[in-house]
């Protein structure tokens, strides 16, 4: 969404002993002009390149909230020689977008076939099957934006019904009266490729 988070909404999300903040950092992305099912980061010390499996789903969580589920496929790399491939790309090659996130994280476990909220930084170890849900406060060249997102696991469960379980509690009655459509619902090689248009406006 464009701007910064409404107040109340940050308020909300807050409102758990378990959130962990996560900071400040710069993601840097590949530019792919005309394609939105692949993304490559560059981040310190990782680099990642994920790409879209399928769209899995259009779900309706009530009148103001609608989405876009969808599976990605993510390699990555760590250590020394990344920095040191993020120092000689951003030289040769121009094509790459910094965002700048501030995130507020919150977790949740269904390894008991219930659904319940665990510390978010991993203080408590790490359920198997579950969703992350993510309060993101996005800086760039092109203006302010925040998103909400939702990053489900599985192990034993089925990896939809995990994101989908924890997103119609999550979307609940405490919930502030915002709307979030479908047309804002998407990920980020979508996201820049808006905001390099001019779309998100």
């Excluded at 099912?37 to 769209?55: I, M, N």
């Excluded at 609608?66 to 020394?80: A, R």
């Excluded at 507020?104 to 203080?123: P, T, W, Y």
């Amino acid at each position: 969404m464009q701007g910064t988070a409404p107040s109340k909404v940050v308020d909300w999300f807050s409102g758990s002993r378990y959130l962990h903040s996560a900071g400040t950092r710069i993601d840097t992305y590949l530019v792919f002009p005309h394609a939105e099912t692949a993304g490559v980061k560059l981040r310190e010390d990782k680099f990642e390149v994920k790409t879209l499996v399928k769209v899995v789903d259009h779900p309706v969580f009530s009148k103001r909230i609608k989405g876009q589920l969808e599976i990605w496929e993510k390699w990555s790399l760590e250590g020394g020689s990344v920095s040191h491939l993020f120092g000689e790309v951003r030289e040769e090659d121009p094509e790459w977008f910094d965002v700048t996130k501030s995130r507020l994280l919150r977790k949740f476990s269904l390894d008991q076939e219930m659904i319940r909220e665990v510390d978010a930084a991993g203080k408590d170890g790490f359920p198997a099957d579950g969703c992350n849900v993510e309060l993101t406060e996005v800086e760039t060249d092109h203006g302010n934006f925040w998103t909400i997102g939702f990053e489900a696991f599985a192990r034993k469960r089925n990896l939809v019904e995990n994101l989908l379980e924890v997103a119609r509690v999550f979307f609940g009655p405490q919930m502030p009266g915002i709307t979030l459509a479908e047309y804002d619902s998407y990920s980020y090689p979508t996201f820049i490729r808006r905001i390099l248009r001019g779309e998100n406006k």
